[in-house]
């Protein structure tokens, strides 16, 4: 009797079938209930922007709405010359060029398919935190490569390890690097001749710590050698409709980065393009909304500690890490019976099994009505 067949490798499977779940559907039996309340459902689940995009904004996207033609990939002049000056100015990075920066269409499409469009696969590693946004582990699936967590990336096997991916501050922790451990790190990944992007999407919300760029000169030597930054207007500008990011850092890792999205199409639109160059150029819109956002976490973490929570972390970021050290389902069910919707915890590992994450991300009037439930 001749042997079963060996299953089809990963990389010939169809790409549904090396997917988990997605999480947020495991929600809605709990929103569904978090609805019933009669003061309606405060949903703290999600890091969507509600507050409105800045009108300067917007002006621009307007007037850039006369744009028949394809836009390119590599983004206007007026668009590069916005993103070098950010990185100069905000992250301290020095001697960025235009051949150093990349648009991209919001920074969840650039994690799912950059270990695609690196030629990642079956017997390439990438490396992730512990707990970590669910995404960077999809786009280890989606390229057929292996995934596996760390602590210290420092103490991972580097032989076969393709990417490294950093989140500080990170999602859903809240968690900052500091300087010196970002210094440590990028010195590893060079000697070992590893790939590292760090996701810095939450650099302009720390709280109680001033988040660190891997392009600062003070982390990796004033060289971009091996690191790239994403970067994200979704959060600090309120675009998260725009599908607005872009990466800065090693030319030698983005020029055929940008090769590959010529290809596969991956433009920003004109109008948002306009929109990006308006929003990097002034800082006045991202004090506000982080004003906004302080008040926030302010009123909900103090309404969370006398609740019985306590909270980790949570020193940057638009979430706060809470556990009532229970199965985070549990607590999740408790939160929706009173109408507040968060996230459990286990969607970002299994480490997170006891936490849930409580976003910021709600108007005034619906976090005022969560601390009012809570205080019940």
Same mark, same amino acid.
């Given at each position: ?7 089809? &490798? @990963?990389?010939? /499977?169809? $790409?549904?079938?090396?997917? =988990?779940?997605? +999480?947020?559907? %495991? ?130 096997? &580097? @032989?076969?390890? /393709?990417? $490294?991916?950093?989140?500080? =501050?990170?999602? +859903?922790?809240? %968690? ?201």
């Amino acid at each position: 009797m001749s042997a079963a067949p060996d299953p089809a &490798p @990963a990389a010939r /499977r169809p $790409l549904a079938d090396r997917l =988990p779940t997605f +999480p947020w559907d %495991k929600l809605e039996p709990y929103k569904k209930t978090a609805a019933a309340h009669p003061d309606g459902i405060v949903d703290l689940s999600v890091g969507t922007p509600v507050d409105p995009v800045p009108e300067l904004i917007q002006k621009a996207l307007v007037a850039a709405a006369d744009s028949p033609g394809y836009p390119t990939v590599w983004g206007t002049p007026e668009l590069r010359d916005a993103i070098t000056g950010w990185v100069e100015r905000r992250l301290g990075a020095r001697g960025v060029t235009h051949r150093h920066v990349l648009p991209i269409v919001g920074s969840k499409e650039l994690v799912a398919w950059l270990p695609t469009q690196l030629g990642l696969g079956p017997g390439d590693r990438v490396a992730l935190p512990r707990l970590a946004y669910p995404t960077y582990e999809v786009g280890a699936r989606l390229a057929g490569a292996d995934h596996e967590v760390y602590d210290d990336p420092t103490r991972l096997d &580097p @032989a076969g390890l /393709r990417l $490294l991916w950093l989140n500080s =501050p990170s999602n +859903p922790t809240g %968690k900052v690097l500091s300087k010196e451990e970002l210094t440590r790190i990028v010195a590893w990944a060079r000697e070992h001749g590893v790939l590292l992007f760090s996701d810095e999407c939450y650099l302009e919300l720390g709280w109680e710590a001033d988040p660190v760029s891997v392009l600062h000169p003070d982390v990796n030597g004033g060289s971009y050698e091996g690191i790239v930054a994403v970067h994200s207007l979704s959060k600090r500008s309120n675009l998260a409709g725009y599908r607005a990011a872009f990466l800065a850092g090693d030319p030698d890792v983005l020029r055929p980065l940008l090769e590959i999205r010529k290809h596969g199409g991956m433009m920003t639109s004109a109008p948002t393009q306009a929109a990006v160059v308006a929003a990097l150029g002034d800082d006045t819109h991202v004090r506000e909304q982080r004003e906004r956002y302080a008040a926030r976490r302010t009123v909900l973490r103090e309404a969370l500690l006398a609740h019985g929570f306590r909270i980790e972390h949570s020193e940057a970021s638009l979430y706060l890490w809470a556990t009532r050290d229970e199965p985070c389902w549990d607590t999740v069910a408790h939160l929706a019976g009173r109408g507040i919707l968060v996230a459990p915890g286990d969607f970002y590992g299994p480490d997170g099994d006891r936490f849930v994450r409580v976003a910021l991300t709600a108007t005034d009037e619906r976090v005022r009505a969560a601390v009012r439930r809570l205080a019940e």
